[in-house]
């Protein structure tokens, strides 16, 4: 049994050794917000912030995860991120599966550097992979977001 807070609900799961905070998330807890793509950590798609980090959910254990805080991109967009519509107004999203992992890296980026710079922005970025070739728009509006937090 751990316990664990998502998108600032707490919840009491009992767990099976080999589950992934993807499964766990994704499959049990019904949020289907992130994705599941390579399944080896490589793509970025499955990225949740865990107490401030953004890790790949495909890649940690679910019993690892006793007593984290979780965010998710449903919590994201819950809360009405500016990321959210600067995505949709670039067009940073074509097929819209790698979307999520990206937007919640952003979010991790944007809570730790309120200010980025492109580079900065692209380097926290790089981790996640988008087949349809998005890569300019998301600086754009991950560097949008960031303004409109800062009252821009």
Not at 74 to 103: D, K, N
Not at 111 to 137: F, S, W
Request: glycine share 10%.
């Amino acid at each position: 049994m751990i316990k664990l807070t998502v998108n600032g609900q707490p919840y009491e799961v009992r767990v099976e050794p080999e589950w992934t905070l993807y499964y766990l998330i994704h499959d049990r807890l019904g949020l289907i917000g992130s994705k599941q793509f390579c399944d080896r950590g490589a793509c970025g798609s499955c990225t949740v912030i865990m107490d401030g980090r953004p890790i790949l959910s495909c890649m940690a254990l679910a019993i690892e995860c006793d007593g984290a805080n979780i965010e998710t991109v449903e919590g994201i967009a819950r809360a009405s991120h500016p990321l959210i519509e600067s995505y949709a107004r670039h067009h940073a999203m074509q097929c819209g599966y790698c979307t999520p992992g990206f937007i919640v890296a952003a979010k991790a980026l944007l809570d730790k550097n309120p200010h980025p710079t492109e580079e900065q922005v692209k380097e926290a970025l790089a981790g996640n992979l988008c087949r349809c070739g998005t890569y300019p728009q998301h600086s754009k509006a991950v560097l949008e977001a960031a303004e409109k937090l800062l009252g821009g």
